[in-house]
């Protein structure tokens, strides 16, 4: 992560990419910094859990910082249990349930963890600040 963009305040603050690629972890961010995204998951035994009100710098599919998040609320269900609002604060493609379960059962399923009834940490985050723009220009 390259620290001289990142405020001083936010260097001693976690960080991770969304996803399993860098064009995924794109996609993702592009959510988020439209608004559209506010919530997300992951296995429940991820080591990079959070807690309500910690903040994590977000990286972009080549690792550089380009945003920081605060986690609002983190609860912890089966991913049966999933809710369509959940779903919807997602904020991924037509946003409904069927599309949630479908893009998640994927995910996880490239990760050779998918099972209807795993456990999943539930994150709503909103967004704190922007930082510096690294798009190279075309």
């Known amino acids: 992560m ?3 963009v990142v ?3 936010y260097r001693s603050l976690r960080s991770f990419a ?7 972890a794109d996609e993702l961010l592009d959510l988020v ?3 559209v995204k506010t919530a997300t998951c992951s296995t429940a035994d991820e080591p990079n859990t959070s807690t309500q009100g910690e903040r994590w710098i ?3 599919g080549r690792g550089l910082p380009r945003c920081v998040i605060e986690s609002t609320e983190v609860t912890y269900r089966r991913f049966d ?16 349930l069927a599309y949630w379960r479908e893009a998640h059962r994927r995910y996880f399923g490239r990760q050779g ?4 009834g795993m456990m999943l940490m539930c994150e709503r985050f909103r967004l704190v600040e922007i930082l510096a723009d690294h798009r190279v220009a075309s």
């Open 2 to 4: 390259t620290l001289s």
């Open 18 to 24: 969304f996803g399993d690629s860098p064009a995924l």
């Open 113 to 116: 963890k998918f099972s209807e």
């Open 33 to 35: 910094l439209k608004g």
């Open 81 to 96: 249990d999933v809710d369509a609002a959940f779903a919807h604060d997602e904020g991924e493609g037509d946003r409904s």
């Open 7 to 9: 405020p001083e305040k």
């Open 58 to 60: 977000v990286l972009d």
